[in-house]
């Protein structure tokens, strides 16, 4: 059974950090891709950063490159999303999701190709 389950949200002042984790099980991640979307309030949900667990390769949205950071750590079947210098418009639910590949979180469905979710995590970043 496919369990992702996050934690590490909150709320946080602009420029401030947080870190996201979400610890994974029931599946192998060196054959899935795995990572964060996001959703606000009356927006539409959007793929924010991608591992492939097939090479460690990273993928990121425009808008977060160069301050997140996704990582993972096989030992504790956990991947992160190191968020630094954050915006008021990082405020949203995160969630972590598995795919096949990660051209799946840049494509015009965010929902399409996704296998599973996680229940997601309320992050807030006040100005």
């Known amino acids: 059974q496919v369990q992702l389950a996050e934690s590490g949200g909150g709320l946080v002042h602009a420029g401030g950090s947080l870190r996201l984790s979400c610890a994974h099980s029931?599946?192998?991640?060196?054959?899935?891709?795995i990572g964060w979307f996001r959703q606000a309030p009356g927006k539409e949900r959007e793929g924010v950063s991608c591992?492939?667990?097939?090479?460690?390769?990273?993928y990121y949205a425009d808008s977060v490159k160069g301050r997140f950071t996704m990582s993972r750590d096989n030992a504790k079947n956990t991947v992160y999303l190191q968020m630094d210098t954050l915006k008021p418009e990082d405020t949203a639910t995160y969630y972590c999701?598995?795919?096949?590949?990660?051209?799946?979180?840049?494509?015009?469905?965010?929902?399409?190709?996704?296998?599973?979710w996680g229940k997601g995590i309320q992050v807030t970043v006040s100005s």
């Open positions: 999701a598995i795919a096949g590949w990660c051209s799946t979180w840049f494509s015009t469905d965010p929902y399409y190709g996704i296998d599973y």
């Open positions: 029931g599946f192998g991640l060196d054959y899935y891709a």
């Open positions: 591992l492939s667990g097939r090479d460690d390769s990273t």
